[in-house]
């Protein structure tokens, strides 16, 4: 097939190299020259430009841009692509970009690959970024399947775990598991670095190994996708929080109350359960 990206950072030069792996042409399109020429370098593309008509004659397109840019962009694609064309996003959100794109464009998939990395931009783009990753598509009643099929065609010779959902189930799951830690992870190094002694500070910055790293890695991402992640997401958010903040409060009253064999019975049920989601 003849695939477009629209939106050449992280995910969409992954996307680039994987499907371009599969023998697929790949045409790409970036706000900047200087990201599609490292593109067509990186070998994430075969032709990349700035202007979204090289979209014109292309089966299926992938949204690759942030969040806050999904909509519009599809708006600014619509004159120069057929009717025929397949266009799907890849935003960490998803009720209100289906909600708002699916009167606009009938072919339009709502899609989210769970897979990325601390980095950001073209040069971060990897081959296999996605195998053995979850990739969620929310397709709702008035998506034609063949618009559907066409996404999966392209996306199962990745190697990913293909999922199907609504959109405000999907919202209200990856608050849990994508976006609450990335909210949490944030406020521990923010936690960290209120140390007043500097001393102390110094020592714990040269003393994080593997536990830090894990537990900081999200926090430690892409501030704008952070942004849009509870710009978007607000109320499940705020609600994952809410229910957070309770958990964190009960730890802290056993470990006030010094209830050891509590504590030890809530420890041990996390570890019993995180088995469950990884």
Same mark, same amino acid.
């Given at each position: 097939?003849?695939?477009?990206?629209?939106?050449?950072?992280?995910?969409?030069?992954?996307?680039?190299? %994987?499907?371009?792996? /599969?023998?697929? =042409?790949?045409?790409?399109?970036?706000?900047?020259?200087?990201?599609?020429? !490292?593109?067509? $370098? *990186?070998? &994430?593309?075969?032709?990349?430009?700035? %202007?979204? &008509?090289?979209?014109?004659?292309?089966? $299926?397109?992938?949204?690759?841009?942030?969040?806050?840019?999904?909509?519009?962009? @599809?708006?600014?694609?619509?004159?120069?692509?057929?009717? %025929?064309? @397949?266009?799907?996003?890849?935003?960490?959100?998803?009720?209100? +970009?289906?909600?708002?794109?699916?009167? +606009?464009?009938?072919?339009?998939?709502?899609?989210?690959?769970?897979?990325?990395?601390?980095?950001?931009?073209?040069? &971060? $783009?990897?081959?296999?970024?996605?195998?053995?990753?979850?990739?969620?598509?929310?397709?709702?009643?008035? =998506?034609?399947?063949? &618009?559907?099929?066409?996404?999966?065609?392209?996306?199962?010779?990745?190697?990913?775990? !293909?999922?199907?959902? /609504?959109?405000?189930?999907? %919202? *209200?799951?990856?608050?849990?598991?994508?976006?609450?830690?990335?909210?949490?992870?944030?406020?521990?190094?923010? $936690?960290? !670095?209120?140390?007043?002694?500097?001393?102390?500070?110094?020592?714990?910055?040269? !003393?994080?190994?593997?536990?830090?790293?894990?537990?900081?890695?999200?926090?430690?991402?892409?501030?704008?996708?952070?942004?849009?992640?509870?710009?978007?997401?607000?109320?499940?958010?705020? *609600?994952?929080?809410? @229910?957070?903040?309770?958990?964190?409060?009960?730890?802290?009253?056993?470990?006030?109350?010094?209830?050891?064999?509590?504590? /030890?019975?809530?420890?041990?049920?996390?570890?019993?359960?995180?088995?469950?989601?990884?």
């Amino acid at each position: 097939m003849k695939v477009g990206i629209v939106g050449l950072g992280l995910i969409g030069g992954s996307l680039g190299l %994987d499907l371009r792996s /599969q023998g697929h =042409t790949v045409l790409g399109v970036s706000r900047k020259a200087r990201t599609c020429e !490292l593109a067509i $370098a *990186r070998g &994430a593309v075969d032709e990349a430009d700035s %202007d979204l &008509a090289l979209m014109a004659d292309v089966d $299926a397109i992938f949204v690759c841009t942030p969040i806050v840019h999904i909509l519009t962009t @599809v708006q600014q694609l619509i004159p120069h692509i057929s009717l %025929d064309t @397949v266009v799907t996003d890849v935003g960490s959100v998803k009720a209100s +970009i289906v909600k708002d794109l699916s009167p +606009i464009w009938k072919n339009f998939v709502g899609g989210h690959p769970m897979a990325g990395t601390a980095e950001s931009g073209i040069e &971060a $783009a990897l081959h296999g970024l996605f195998a053995g990753n979850p990739y969620v598509l929310t397709p709702t009643d008035v =998506t034609p399947k063949s &618009a559907v099929e066409r996404i999966e065609t392209l996306l199962r010779p990745l190697q990913v775990k !293909l999922f199907h959902c /609504q959109p405000e189930e999907h %919202d *209200r799951a990856v608050a849990w598991i994508s976006h609450l830690p990335v909210m949490t992870s944030a406020s521990l190094i923010s $936690a960290c !670095l209120s140390e007043s002694d500097q001393a102390v500070l110094n020592l714990a910055k040269m !003393l994080a190994s593997s536990g830090f790293r894990d537990t900081s890695r999200v926090g430690g991402g892409n501030p704008e996708l952070g942004v849009m992640m509870a710009r978007f997401n607000k109320s499940e958010v705020l *609600r994952s929080l809410s @229910v957070y903040r309770d958990r964190l409060d009960q730890i802290t009253q056993l470990i006030e109350q010094e209830k050891w064999e509590e504590l /030890q019975a809530e420890l041990e049920k996390t570890q019993a359960a995180r088995s469950d989601f990884l």
